[in-house]
T-cell receptor
């Protein structure tokens, strides 16, 4: 089955700790995205990558970092600089030239202990 | 002002009711428009695209008014399974999807 997987489903972070959220896709899509969703709010773009070894900041990149070493993988690190990390994190992918059609993974819920 | 704004929810309706959701967007250069459905603690899934001519998919009808920068979704004969949050989404010229905050629908027996 083609699709996007995210792991873990739930993640707990201690104060001052960096944590990394995994996102993998086997759709052969060029573009990948990370969004954050807070309760009662829409999704906000954190980072996106249109091609391997390249990525751009979205609207709320502060406190986050990403890498894109492989086409199928786009991990997100939530650093200790992100002071309010509790949220639902969603990864998505799209074909290059079809950024309006994005396919979402099941999400990771991050909680701060 | 938010770039995409939706009716505040929740909407609580009985089975069989007709319910309409409204959405406005601020960027007149926005190119494409969508309604997504999001179940509790799940990822959003595309419900339907929205065209100026209006489009229908079974019990769901979407309309776009570019002059008023307004998008709507009409659900007829509501089912219990329609209970979810409905997200209005706009694709803008910067190549990004902009999400509204969502409107929660609860269909009761």
């Amino acid at each position: 089955d083609g699709g996007i997987t995210q792991s873990p489903k739930y993640l707990f972070r201690k104060e001052g700790q960096n944590v990394t959220l995994s996102c993998e896709q086997n759709l052969n899509h060029d573009a990948m995205y990370w969004y954050r969703q807070d309760p009662g709010q829409g999704l906000r773009l954190i980072y996106y990558s249109q091609i391997v070894n390249d990525f751009q900041k979205g609207d709320i990149a502060e406190g986050y970092s990403v890498s894109r070493e492989k086409k199928e993988s786009f991990p997100l690190t939530v650093t200790s600089a992100q002071k309010n990390p509790t949220a639902f994190y969603l990864c998505a992918s799209s074909e290059w030239g079809s950024q309006e059609t994005q396919y979402f993974g099941p999400g990771t819920r991050l909680l701060v202990l | 002002r938010k770039e995409v704004e939706q009716d505040p929810g929740p909407f609580n309706v009985p089975e069989g009711a007709t319910v309409a959701f409204n959405c406005t967007y601020s960027n007149s250069a926005s190119q494409s428009f969508f309604w997504y459905r999001q179940d509790c603690r799940k990822e959003p899934k595309l419900l339907m695209s929205v065209y100026s001519s209006g489009n229908e998919d079974g019990r769901f009808t979407a309309q776009l008014n570019r002059a008023s920068q307004y998008i709507s979704l009409l659900i007829r004969d509501s089912k219990l399974s329609d209970s979810a949050t409905y997200l209005c989404v706009v694709y803008n010229q910067g190549g990004k999807l902009i999400f509204g905050q969502g409107t929660e629908l609860s269909v009761k027996p």
